[in-house]
């Protein structure tokens, strides 16, 4: 098995790659890439880095003719958003370039896709499903759905094995991540962990989809190992529950209060934490898990895996 | 007014050229392009043949700063199905590169791009909206659907004021046409008008959604006037008729039996003469109009213009 992984530096890619390097698929050759490398490369593992969307790079990056591929690397959105150059490039040019390219080199590759909730955009009341109708808010949003058309596209004729992930926002990131208009339900983890205090910029009974970085891992590798069912689009489950109950667990977890004060923020609000419940029970039926309870979600969160 | 036409040279594109050089929309300039320009060039209008996804073209094309542009450059499904490099290029690249051109220099341009019920894919009995899901089954639905996607987001930052209309196959095609695994809805009118002959390759009770070049030319023209309603994709009003029912239409019109013989071909019936009724409602209220019935729609067709 010869393995790719892009975004390989990132928060999820990280994880990923310590789950790989740790023996979770075996493989033959692992090859880690990323706009810039800064973390130690696992014994085994080969890393390159480089632009996606540059031909030349990309020529280079896929000469094993990966069998398996994971896409993390992407801007996120709000950054995207203020950065509309740098997103077009990193987040719709990038991936149909790689996609392109892992099939010309192996058709039928499995090419697990890091996509986000961000493709729905304004949720209703209703439970959301992988059918529920999309209208992205964000560019971010827009151009992970586009890409998601394409590789279901790129299935349907056999040349790709594709599985785009919907992932929500995943908790908690380093203090120090930016760009990410969701931060605030990293933020929440490490202030109550830290004794600190902290304004979260939505209010309290905000509802929000939730996934430790330990979830997202189990999620990304088993769709790498799942047989293909012809579903193309998964909406991983998650955990639902507003940030005072996920506050209220951290509490609990860390034995120290929750010094938080509550904002108003409506655009953030509405963006992120105006989440109607989930039905997952098509993702439940192919396997995939979210955390097991918010209480699990905070000792994963914390944890630093 | 400076308005730009791209496919100027293609069936629907000297159907609305033709309305244009009539005064139907008053311009200062007229712009019309295609990969190759074999059509008169009406009075008043200029021409230029060039490759969209060509920065230096674009660039070239692109100096007027259009106010209204009119995207129906696309390959046929069928043959961008066959060439799939074709396809991205013309179908994908060529579309988001004038788009982003067009907001960079004339941000707020009206852009009304000719889109495509293959977005939609395997539908259902239900009605159709423009709100059903879209699962496309030829990679011509795909690119559509993505070019979409980035319209609306576009015209969510106000960088475009763009139109998506979901047009069905429009009637009737001149009997050359090739590329359009529909081409057996526009062959049936010239083969009645004719007195020919025609081997039908799906069965007489497929139904299929119908509009002929005139309503299609009114459709772009109305989108183009239309004030900004924030619905950025819209599937126009159509007439929704057997095949059957459509020949005998063409019989009364022309006085001219049908000679068809009807096929089997379940693929051409799956992707084209298998459509649901169509819920238009959304686009009525913004005044859109399908032919009036299925005699008129014949005669529009046979009319050549």
Same mark, same amino acid.
């Given at each position: 098995?010869?393995?790719?992984?892009?975004?390989?530096?990132?928060?999820?890619?990280?994880?990923?790659?310590?789950?790989?390097?740790?023996?979770?698929?075996?493989?033959?050759?692992?090859?880690?890439?990323?706009?810039?490398?800064?973390?130690?490369?696992?014994?085994?593992?080969?890393?390159?880095?480089?632009?996606?969307?540059?031909?030349?790079?990309?020529?280079?990056?896929?000469?094993?003719?990966?069998?398996?591929?994971?896409?993390?690397?992407?801007?996120?959105?709000?950054?995207?958003?203020?950065?509309?150059?740098?997103?077009?490039?990193?987040?719709?040019?990038?991936?149909?370039?790689?996609?392109?390219?892992?099939?010309?080199?192996?058709?039928?590759?499995?090419?697990?896709?890091?996509?986000?909730?961000?493709?729905?955009?304004?949720?209703?009341?209703?439970?959301?499903?992988?059918?529920?109708?999309?209208?992205?808010?964000?560019?971010?949003?827009?151009?992970? *759905?586009?890409?998601?058309?394409?590789?279901?596209?790129?299935?349907?004729?056999?040349?790709?094995?594709?599985?785009?992930?919907?992932?929500?926002?995943?908790?908690?990131?380093?203090?120090?991540?930016?760009?990410?208009?969701?931060?605030?339900?990293?933020?929440?983890?490490?202030?109550?962990?830290?004794?600190?205090?902290?304004?979260?910029?939505?209010?309290?009974?905000?509802?929000?989809?939730?996934?430790?970085?330990?979830?997202?891992?189990?999620?990304?590798?088993?769709?790498?190992? *799942?047989?293909?069912?012809?579903?193309?689009?998964?909406?991983?489950?998650?955990?639902?529950?507003?940030?005072?109950?996920?506050?209220?667990?951290?509490?609990?977890?860390?034995?120290?209060?929750?010094?938080?004060?509550?904002?108003?923020?409506?655009?953030?609000?509405?963006?992120?934490?105006?989440?109607?419940?989930?039905?997952?029970?098509?993702?439940?039926?192919?396997?995939?898990?979210?955390?097991?309870?918010?209480?699990?979600?905070?000792?994963?969160? *914390?944890?630093?895996?």
């Amino acid at each position: 098995m010869r393995i790719l992984v892009t975004g390989a530096d990132g928060f999820l890619g990280r994880g990923l790659v310590a789950a790989l390097a740790a023996g979770r698929i075996p493989f033959e050759r692992l090859v880690l890439t990323d706009r810039l490398l800064g973390s130690a490369v696992p014994d085994g593992a080969e890393a390159i880095a480089g632009d996606l969307a540059d031909p030349m790079f990309l020529e280079t990056l896929l000469e094993p003719e990966f069998d398996l591929v994971f896409h993390l690397a992407s801007v996120p959105g709000s950054l995207a958003e203020r950065e509309q150059d740098l997103g077009h490039h990193t987040n719709l040019l990038a991936p149909l370039a790689l996609a392109r390219g892992v099939a010309a080199r192996r058709p039928g590759a499995r090419f697990v896709f890091a996509s986000s909730i961000a493709v729905y955009g304004d949720l209703g009341a209703a439970p959301v499903t992988a059918q529920t109708p999309t209208s992205p808010l964000l560019t971010y949003g827009a151009h992970k *759905l586009m890409t998601e058309v394409l590789l279901s596209d790129m299935t349907r004729r056999g040349v790709l094995s594709a599985l785009s992930l919907r992932f929500p926002g995943i908790v908690a990131r380093p203090v120090r991540d930016s760009g990410h208009g969701s931060a605030f339900m990293s933020q929440i983890f490490h202030a109550i962990a830290d004794g600190r205090e902290y304004e979260c910029p939505v209010p309290a009974h905000s509802t929000c989809w939730w996934m430790s970085r330990q979830a997202a891992v189990a999620t990304l590798l088993h769709a790498a190992e *799942l047989p293909a069912s012809g579903q193309t689009v998964v909406q991983p489950p998650v955990l639902y529950a507003s940030l005072r109950e996920v506050a209220d667990a951290v509490s609990r977890v860390t034995g120290r209060p929750a010094l938080l004060r509550w904002g108003k923020d409506e655009i953030l609000r509405r963006t992120f934490g105006a989440m109607p419940p989930l039905n997952a029970d098509p993702a439940r039926a192919l396997k995939f898990q979210a955390d097991a309870d918010l209480e699990t979600l905070a000792r994963a969160a *914390l944890s630093g895996d």
